[in-house]
């Protein structure tokens, strides 16, 4: 049920909470400076009006997804933080220091599946929007695009792991439902591990493949055992396991659309060419980047392996939403190669030309601001590896991540300001001193 919201000043009897905090902090700024409003009315659709439980603000929760990658922070360890820090609480609304956890960890995971990925397409807007207020007339003239791998949280892939995944998932269902199995396979299975892992001895390599080979053929006989001894009506959860575990065991080397995952079957292999990676697993984001200001404008996941030139329509789809307008100018890496107009947007990939302008020939320059733009939301912003499941999860992560790094943008601008301010007064101060010593000092020599 969704909880009436308080706009109540009035902290305190004496004074509130932001009486008590530097006014001046980036925290305390950012919090005036977001429409919370916005993600009150957006939001408020997802909740029942009048049944269930009163839920949580919906700002608390917004304002605890932005911290968390912000700070680049798990749920678990940016809810432990919100209860020890008041600049975390005055962010979220609080009006008055609570030193006890805002909610559940997992509260966190229910909110993003129920404001999905049109939830977080406007938290990166407000980022847009937060950052765009200075009203420049230059950002969105000419952007950066490139594609990177958001790699999922999956140990790296190989037959041998998912066959014993397999039969140890077969062994626990044989507990759960206390089935009796033709034969459990315990002690082979424990001895093949053991050659596998001797291949490096002599005749060991051969060995080996053998082990491998006899562990897929116990994988397969344990998954059709477990098919003809569960009852119907116990079969139905269990479908959709084994389905995915018959085409592990189905597909070959060659093979497209792999699963590599038991867990994440969705995921995709991307060779990008990379010396010292040279698989992701993953999928592949979309990242644009104004070239003036440094702004994410577009963050966009796409769970298929496709072209970088495919993206480019969708991408600019979601920049027209998220800004309003179309980019005029948009430089690119000589991936995407094949198209030089998509609607009024002019697509600048980098070719052999002795007449190319000098913008054109900037803008190339420039483009290759985007490639840090990538490293810093993979290494600070939770992109590296994305912890949130599914398809949903690759979509909503790209986004969250564009957003806090936008987000964390504005904070360093007003730092710097803050900066630039005390050694403006620095300077004003020596001046002054400076003029008195050279004015009493004048006047002792000519008396």
Known sequence: ????????????????????????????????KINWQLFDDS???????????????????????????????????????????????????????????????TELVAF???????????????????????????????????????????????DDKQYKKIIKKCWKISDEESINLRQSYVRIVKSLGITQRLKSRKNGAKEARRASKRIKTIAGRLLRDLRRKLAPERLEPYLAYFNIAQRILNQKRGDSNKIYSIHEPDVKCHAKGKEHKKFEFGSKA????????????????????????????????QYERLNGEEPKNVFADRGYRGIKKNKSSNIHVPTP????????????????????????????????????????GDNINVMFAAAGMNFKRRINLW??????????????????????YALSTKRLFEG
């Not at 909880?3 to 009035?10: A, R, V, W």
């Not at 190319?356 to 939301?377: S, W």
């Open 1 to 32: 049920m969704l909880t009436s919201s308080k706009t109540t000043n009035q902290f305190g009897l004496f004074d509130g909470l932001s009486d008590q905090l530097d006014q001046r902090h980036p925290l305390f700024l950012l919090a005036n």
């Open 43 to 105: 939001f408020k659709k997802h909740y029942s009006q009048k049944m269930g439980a009163p839920s949580k603000p919906i700002r608390l929760m917004v304002a605890l997804q932005i911290l968390k990658y912000l700070r680049n922070l798990s749920d678990e360890n940016v809810v432990e933080q919100w209860s020890e820090n008041c600049y975390y609480q005055y962010f979220s609304g609080v009006q008055k220091f609570t030193p006890k956890y805002p909610c559940v960890p």
């Open 286 to 317: 979309s990242i644009i980047v104004d070239q003036s200001s440094g702004i994410i404008m577009g963050a966009l996941n796409f769970s298929e392996t496709i072209h970088d030139s495919k993206t480019i329509p969708s991408a600019l789809e």
């Open 112 to 158: 993003r599946k129920r404001i999905g990925e049109e939830g977080a397409e406007l938290i990166l807007k407000e980022s847009i929007r937060v950052n765009r207020e200075d009203g420049d007339d230059q950002v969105g003239n000419m952007v950066s695009m490139d594609t990177t791998v958001q790699e999922k949280n999956i140990t790296y892939p190989t």
């Open 353 to 392: 030309n002795k007449t190319i302008d000098k913008q054109t020939r900037n803008g190339h320059i420039k483009r290759a601001g985007v490639e840090p733009v990538i490293g810093h939301l993979k290494q600070h912003y939770r992109m590296g590896r994305n912890f949130l499941k599914g398809i949903m």
């Open 415 to 436: 730092r710097t300001e803050a900066i630039f301010r005390w050694l403006l007064i620095l300077k004003i101060i020596k001046e002054v001193y400076w003029n008195i």
